[in-house]
């Protein structure tokens, strides 16, 4: 497989408390990974940290030949790396339309730039309908829609999803769920954090499992919904 992120060793304080503690995983191209774990096992941390919206405390964050530990943060969207955060933050008091194209703002092509927009309506029609609203007055599925249209917008190759589910009614689950599978099935590399471990499990290719900062568990995605121990744990079963 092409490793496109390969992290060793990573290490995150937040004060005296160690947030992570020498975490190793990889994600090669075209698959998705999952992380799994209770909450505060550092889930959202470790995919701040690859952002650096948080600074590493140790170890590396290789991406496509680059360390991330010394790349500004607007760098890594220009390289191919996007992250949706919890919560999905959207611009409240901007349109959706108004969303979209601040995804885009790295990109200077603006016939590619439109290209791409028309591919973001075809995909979330409900975008295409609401494009002149307020983001702020829209449910938190299309929310979630939008989040992750702006993210597509800047034409990523790995999309870091941060808790897509949490909030949302089951039938919008799936349905975020569904958009996940067909964005990887077009070629976008997917690490997604989720508190969902049995939905998590049931799109991943592979994951790994984090308990107080560390990786306990790494596996084949389908093997690890039948590990009794992850049953027990994350499954409710």
Do not use: C, W
């Not at 952002?51 to 496509?64: C, F, H, T, V």
């Amino acid at each position: 497989m092409d490793r496109l992120l390969e992290v060793k060793d990573l290490s995150v304080y937040y004060g005296v408390i160690q947030a992570l503690k020498g975490i190793s995983f990889h994600v090669d191209k075209g698959e998705v990974v999952a992380l799994i774990g209770a909450n505060g096992a550092g889930k959202t941390t470790t995919l701040h940290t690859l952002s650096q919206l948080i600074g590493a405390d140790g170890g590396s964050i290789e991406y496509k030949g680059h360390n991330l530990t010394k790349t500004p943060n607007h760098k890594i969207v220009e390289l191919g790396m996007v992250q949706v955060p919890e919560g999905r933050r959207v611009f409240a008091e901007m349109t959706v339309l108004q969303n979209l194209k601040m995804g885009a703002y790295t990109r200077k092509d603006k016939a590619e730039i439109e290209e791409t927009l028309e591919k973001i309506y075809k995909r979330f029609p409900r975008l295409e309908e609401r494009k002149n609203q307020l983001a702020g007055t829209l449910s938190g599925g299309e929310q979630q829609m939008l989040a992750m249209g702006r993210a597509l917008m800047s034409h990523p190759e790995i999309i870091l999803m941060d808790e897509p589910s949490m909030g949302l009614s089951p039938i919008f689950v799936n349905e975020i769920f569904k958009i996940i599978e067909d964005v990887n099935k077009d070629g976008v590399t997917v690490l997604l954090v989720e508190q969902n471990a049995k939905k998590a499990l049931s799109i991943a290719n592979r994951a790994y499992v984090l308990e107080t900062g560390a990786i306990v568990k790494e596996g084949d995605a389908k093997e690890l919904l039948n590990d009794e121990s992850i049953k027990k744990a994350y499954l409710g079963e």
